[in-house]
Structure formats: structure tokens, C-alpha cells
């Protein structure tokens, strides 16, 4: 009898994971597969239109990435915004969350809401919006600027601030979502760490840098993760605002991937950014993953 | 008084860190109020001198803003309520029905959590096009599915779910399919919802996809649409600000009334990740 309902318990559970893993294999397992194996041809636009014409092409792709200066310079421009990004948006995301969870302040969920807000919204649309505040001429931004003396900017046609100025929107856009990771870290270290410390006579700042910030260990492996593979996956902010320019300086290499794969139907070129988009990321990953760990006792 | 000060400060801090957050929201609303060329000027006006709804008219009227519109809600709402169905029962049964390999499996889809998505869509764009699914609003919803973080959010919810109960359940004759209708939805329910606005957010906002896969322009997603007008309108400030009002407008709406499950949820989900 029990045998009988373990049995049957063990085919319901089959049953009810079916149908995600269908979808997971078919729409994700196999196609990352498939871009390895495409990486590996020249799949073009004729072989769009006739899988026959395609042929293997061993490392040639990867041969072509080597030597092609594009490449570089979107490898550069992702590394870029990962590297300066990155942790601006972790830092401004716990400055927030720290604000925010003071004891003294008032309106808490106001000031929450009101920084999560931009996270809700629609990237094109914002990149949008931000593309007018950027305008060298008419922008809210070089208006504000003006008011203390800085001279006009044109932040999205200088190859030099185009980077910075797609950094700029995306920390706005993305850093209450980590806000909302650090509140949750920091109401989870208890009260009575912070009143022993406050006897034995630390201020604020010593408060902060030897109990929350070692406290919330691992909320940083979480965030710092979570956000550097989105920041690798840079696309809709400089197709939008820049594309790509000025002078290649905001090409990024998913921008570049889907250029190549879907402007110009080189899917096997194309495949092969996508297997160093993969490799960095997991690199990456698992690199801080291990920095986390050694720090760790 | 130390504190009063203190205080103070910190508010007059965090206020100027909301004005921040929220005027290129606000700016974005008032430009598309303005009259045609109005934004326009040195030094930008901030807010407009004579209000007019013209440009969500013509957004409306001759542009067919309404299809996109429609597009975007059919992709979303569709995808949402599959989602929640496949990644319910799917998280359910990782966390409480006993099988053969379930810990193996769930392990591996862990580990494909740090796998980017934008590496599947060049072999997916080739499958869907033998599929015949290219061009179809089917298409542009598949990525958001199954999305493994939802199953890993519905099991670590479920596993506090007490095995008594479900044996009760079992006892009385339910099937496991009644058990998980009757016994487990019910309790599911938050994190159901939470998996829900997640879900849909990420199908309205999502654009890389849709502008790979919807290449008809009478199957534009609103946000594909909008990229697509600001290539031929780019002087139109104001029409453009009113067509990214149009397309946030749904999104900011839901979230101003479901806010509750969005905080609960990155705050919950974090924590016991």
C-alpha cells in the first residue's frame, strides 16, 4: 500500500515538473547547446534560408573574434561598464537602503516606493526619456548643470561621457532593487550588536564598517552577482540611445552579438560573442564567488 | 538638539534623493503635455505652458499606439498566467513530492541561472522559425515561461507547507493533482502572486526578444514599437515622452497598487537565497 503511494506520488511529481522542464530544454537548454555547435560553423543567411549550405568551420570564428578590432572594443566597453557600473550601483543601492532603514527617519515606505519606483518602469521608455534629459542643448541635465556654472555637456555625442552617461541611467534605473536586498539584509542583523557597540563608545561610521558591512556578508555575494551578470547583458540602453557610438565607444557585446547575428545574418560569428559572453560571465561568477569564500572564516 | 539636527539632515537627504529618483519620471510626464516643439527651448521648460492630450491622440489615431498596446497585454497576460501555472506546480513538486533524480534536476537548474539569455536566442530564433513561430505573439512570450528563479521562489515558499497536511489530504483519497488544488494553491497564494507581477513586469519591459523574434510591424510589443517611432520621430520630444508614458503608465499603475507583493518578494526571496 504504501509502496503503491509512494509510486504514485513520485509519478505526480514527474507530471507536475514536466511541463517547465519541457520549456526549459527546448527553449534554453538546447539552444545553448545549439550556440556552442552554431559557433562552431559559418551558419549565414543562406544557410537561413537552406541548413545545407552550412559547413564547420572549427575555430574559425573564434580566429576572427581574435583579430577583429570591434571585438575589442566591445569587450573593452561591456568590462567597462561592469567594472565602474557595477559596484557604483551596489554602493549607491546600500547608501539608500542604509538612509532608508535609519531609526531616526520618518515616511519609510514613502522613501522605499519612491526609490524603487524607477525599477518598475520600461527600459526603452526610460532610455528615451534620458536621451532628451541628455540633450546637449535642451536637456534638463545641462540646465541643472548651468545653474552652477558648468559649461554644456553633449554627454551622448562624446565618446569620452557616452559610457558614463548610459552608467548614469542605469544605476537610476536598477539601484532600488538592491535597496530593497540591503533593507532586507540590514533588518536582519539584531538590534542588540549595535547597542553593545554604541556602550562601548563606536560612532556611527565604526558602527557601519565593523557590524553591518561585515553583516551582510552574504547579501554582497547575492548582489554583487546578481548585478554583474545583468551589467554583462548590456543591450536596449546603448541601442537605444547611442547605438553603439560615438565612435563605437558604447558597442557592448550583446549589442555587437545581435548586430552581427541579426543585421548582418553572420549567426555562427555571431554565436561565438555569444560563447564569450557566456564564458565571462561565469568566470566572473565563479570568481566572486570564490573572493566570498576566502573572505569568509 | 544633536538629533534634531541629525534628523534633519537626513531627511533633507533622502528628500533630495526621491526628487532625484522621481523627476525624469515627472519631467517625462509633463513634456508630454506640451505643445509640439515646446520641450524644445534653452533653458527646457519644466512644466507646460498650455496642457493638450494632442499627442496621445495622434499616438492613438494615426500612429496605432492601441495595437502595440494590445500586442503588449496579450504577450504579458498570457505569459503570466502560464508562468504561474508551469512554475506553481513545478516549484511544488521540487519542494514536497518525493521522486527519483529530484535533487539532481534541481541542481542543475540552479546552475543554469548563471547562464545569460541572450546566448540561447540565436539557435532559438532558428528553432522558432522552423516552428513557424517567428512573428507570433506565442513567440515572443516563451522566455518568460518557466523562469527558473520562479521555481526556486515557489519551493523554497512551499517547503514550510507541513507534510501532515498533505498526507491528510492523501488519506481522505484526494489524487495529488486535488491535494495540490485544494491543499497547497490556497497556502501558495502569496508567493503565486508575487511570481505573477514579477512575471508580467519582466514580459511588458522585455525588448531584446521581441525585437528579434516580432519582425511584422502589426506584432510590435509596445516597447519595440516606441524604439521602432523614435527612429523616424526623433525631434518629437513631446510625442515621444507621451508614447513612453503610454507604454510605463500600465506597469506604474500596477505596481502603485501591488507594491506590497513586489517589496515582500525581493525581500523575502534574497534573504533565503
Known sequence: ?297 | MSARWRSAGLHALLLAGAVLAASPLLWMLSASLMAPGEANSSPPPLLPDRPTLEHYRALFTSLSLGRYFLNSVIISLGGTVLAVLITGIAGYAFAKLRFRGRQSVFRVLLAGMVIPGQVAMLPMFILLREMGLINTLFGAMIPVLAPIYGIFLVRQYALSIPDELLDAARLDGASEWRVFRSVVLPGLAPVMATLGVFTFLSAWNDFMWPLIVLSDDARYSLPVALANLAGEHVQDVELMMAGAVVTVVPVFVGFLFLQRYYIQGIMAGSVKG
Open chain 1, 1 to 297: 500500500m504504501i509502496g503503491a503511494d509512494a509510486r504514485a506520488e513520485a509519478r505526480a511529481g514527474w507530471a507536475f515538473v514536466t511541463p517547465a522542464l519541457l520549456l526549459i530544454g527546448v527553449f534554453f537548454a538546447i539552444p545553448v547547446v545549439g550556440a556552442f555547435l552554431l559557433s562552431f560553423t559559418d551558419f549565414d543567411i543562406y544557410s537561413v534560408a537552406d541548413f545545407g549550405s552550412t559547413r564547420f568551420v572549427g575555430l574559425q570564428n573564434y580566429q576572427d573574434l581574435a583579430t577583429s578590432p570591434l571585438f575589442w572594443t566591445a569587450l573593452r566597453n561591456t568590462l567597462y561598464f561592469v567594472v565602474v557600473g557595477g559596484p557604483l550601483s551596489v554602493a549607491v543601492s546600500l547608501l539608500a537602503a542604509v538612509l532608508v532603514n535609519a531609526k531616526l527617519v520618518r515616511f519609510k515606505p514613502f522613501f522605499r516606493s519612491a526609490f524603487f519606483a524607477p525599477w518598475v518602469t520600461t527600459l526603452v521608455a526610460m532610455a528615451l526619456v534620458w536621451r532628451y534629459i541628455y540633450h546637449p542643448q535642451y536637456g534638463l541635465l545641462n540646465a541643472a548643470l548651468g545653474l552652477v556654472g558648468i559649461g554644456p555637456v553633449d554627454w551622448l555625442g562624446n565618446p569620452q561621457w557616452a559610457m558614463p552617461s548610459l552608467i548614469l541611467l542605469s544605476v537610476w534605473k536598477n539601484f532600488g532593487f538592491n535597496m530593497l536586498v540591503f533593507l532586507a539584509g540590514l533588518q536582519s542583523i539584531p538590534e542588540e550588536l549595535y547597542e553593545a557597540a554604541s556602550l562601548d563608545g563606536a560612532g556611527p561610521w565604526r558602527r557601519f564598517r565593523h557590524i553591518t558591512l561585515p553583516m551582510l556578508g552574504p547579501t554582497f555575494v547575492f548582489v554583487g552577482v546578481v548585478t554583474m551578470i545583468a551589467s554583462f547583458q548590456i543591450f536596449s540602453e546603448p541601442y537605444i540611445m547611442t547605438q553603439g557610438g560615438p565612435l563605437k565607444s558604447t558597442l557592448t557585446l550583446v549589442l555587437y552579438m545581435y548586430e552581427e547575428g541579426f543585421r548582418w545574418w553572420r549567426l555562427g560569428y555571431s554565436a561565438a560573442i555569444a560563447v564569450v559572453l557566456f564564458a565571462l560571465t561565469l568566470l566572473a561568477t565563479l570568481v566572486q564567488l570564490q573572493l566570498q569564500r576566502r573572505r569568509e572564516p
